[in-house]
C-alpha cells in the first residue's frame, strides 16, 4: 500500500477516469485524450490530496471498479463518508448525505451491492459450465418456459435427468395430470408469441416419433429374425407335413 | 389483527390528511407506543424528526423501512406502513 501521494501524471488513463468517477467529478466527452483526464484529475483530486486525503481508501474505491474479486474484499466500514458516498455512486446509487443516523445504512447497502456483485460474477462462471456454445439456439429462448415445467418434472421423476437435448417424457401432454396428480405450474401460463407455439407443437410430436422409430426398429429386427428362424428350421415340416398349424410351431417350440 | 389494521389506516389517513405540525411520533401509521418510546429514546419524540430522517434518505422508502427495522426492531409491516405514510404527506405537502 503507497503510503506516498501518486504523481497522477503516472497513471493510466483509465484509472484516472475511474478516480475522477470516485470523486463524482463530471468525466469529459468519450474520445478524449489522457491530458483532459489528467487536468481534470489534478484540479479536482490533486488538491484534496495535498490537503491530506488519505490515499490509502482512494486505492481501495479503485481495486473495486477493477476487479470483481476484489470488490467482494472491500470493506465499507473502513471507507470515509465522502469515499462511500463514491462507491455507492459507481454502482449507480444516488446516496444522500451521510450522517450519523444514515452512514451504517448506506455502509449495508454498498455490502450488499458488492455481494451481488460478486454473486453475479460466479452465477456467470456457473452458466457457461452448464450451457455451452453447441446448444441450439431454440433452446436457449425457451429456457424460461422449461425452468418452471421442469421443476415440476423432477418433482414427479426425481430420478430423471434433464438432458441437453430437450428430450423429456414430460412434454408429452398425456403423461402430464397421470396418477389424478393436479398439474400446477411454478408460473401461470403467459401468453405466448405463434411461432413459439408452432415451435412448441413440433417439439411435442418430435418426441413420440423418435421413440416411434426406435420401437419400430425393434419390432422390425424381430419380425426378421424370426423370419430367418422360421425359414431355417421350418422348411422341412412345411413342405412334408402341411396339414395343421401345430406342427407348423412345433419346430419352435421343440428347441 | 385485523382491528390493528384498520386502525392503523384510519391513522395513515388522519396524518396524511392534514400538515403534521407538532404531532408525536406516535401519531405516524405504523409506529405504536412500544416503537414511539424506543424512537423517543433515540432522540426522535417527533413526527417531524422522523420525517427528517426520511428526507436524508431522498424520500427512498425501502432504505427507511431498513433503518426503522434496524434501530426500532419494527416489523416489515409496521415500517412499510410508516414509510408510505411519510411518502404520501410528503407527496401532499412537500
Known amino acids: ?255 | 389483527s385485523s382491528g390493528n389494521m384498520s386502525t392503523t389506516s384510519q391513522k395513515h389517513r388522519d396524518f396524511v390528511g392534514e400538515p403534521m405540525g407538532d404531532k408525536a411520533v406516535t401519531a405516524l401509521s405504523g409506529i405504536g407506543e412500544t416503537l414511539g418510546k424506543k424512537l423517543a429514546t433515540d432522540g426522535f419524540d417527533k413526527a417531524y424528526v422522523v420525517l427528517g430522517q426520511f428526507l436524508l434518505l431522498r424520500k427512498d422508502t425501502e432504505m427507511f423501512t431498513e433503518w426503522l427495522k434496524d434501530t426500532t426492531g419494527a416489523n416489515s409491516r409496521q415500517a412499510v406502513s410508516c414509510a408510505q405514510c411519510l411518502k404520501e404527506w410528503c407527496d401532499a405537502f412537500l
Open chain 1, 1 to 255: 500500500m503507497p503510503v506516498f501521494v501518486e504523481d497522477p501524471a503516472l497513471l493510466s488513463k483509465s484509472r484516472l477516469k475511474s478516480d475522477l468517477v470516485a470523486h463524482n467529478v463530471e468525466l469529459p466527452a468519450a474520445g478524449s485524450k489522457k491530458e483532459v483526464y489528467l487536468k481534470l484529475h489534478l484540479k479536482h483530486i490533486g488538491r484534496k490530496n495535498t490537503a491530506g486525503f488519505s490515499s490509502k481508501s482512494q486505492n481501495n474505491i479503485c481495486s473495486c471498479e477493477q476487479s470483481p474479486e476484489d470488490a467482494v474484499t472491500l470493506d465499507p466500514t473502513s471507507l470515509t463518508d465522502e469515499d462511500l458516498k463514491a462507491a455507492l455512486l459507481a454502482h449507480g446509487v444516488k446516496a444522500g448525505p451521510i450522517v450519523a443516523s444514515t452512514r451504517t445504512l448506506y455502509e449495508k447497502k454498498l455490502s450488499k451491492l458488492l455481494q451481488s456483485a460478486g454473486h453475479k460474477h460466479l452465477n456467470g462462471a456457473e452458466k457457461g459450465v452448464l450451457y455451452s456454445d453447441s446448444e441450439e439456439e431454440e433452446e436457449e429462448e425457451e429456457n424460461g418456459e422449461e425452468d418452471a415445467e421442469s421443476g415440476i418434472q423432477t418433482d414427479l421423476f426425481p430420478d430423471a435427468q434433464t438432458t441437453p437435448t430437450g428430450i423429456y417424457a414430460t412434454r408429452r401432454r398425456p403423461i402430464k395430470g397421470a396418477a389424478g396428480r393436479p398439474i400446477q405450474y411454478l408460473y401461470p401460463d403467459s401468453p405466448v408469441s405463434p411461432t413459439t407455439l408452432e415451435r412448441r407443437e413440433v417439439e411435442r410430436r418430435l418426441v413420440p416419433v423418435l421413440v416411434q422409430i426406435v420401437v419400430f426398429l425393434v419390432v422390425a429386427c424381430v419380425l426378421y429374425l424370426t423370419c430367418i428362424y422360421l425359414l431355417d428350421k421350418s422348411f422341412s415340416p412345411l413342405e412334408q407335413t402341411s396339414t395343421s398349424s401345430f406342427t407348423l410351431y412345433f419346430p419352435l417350440m421343440g428347441v
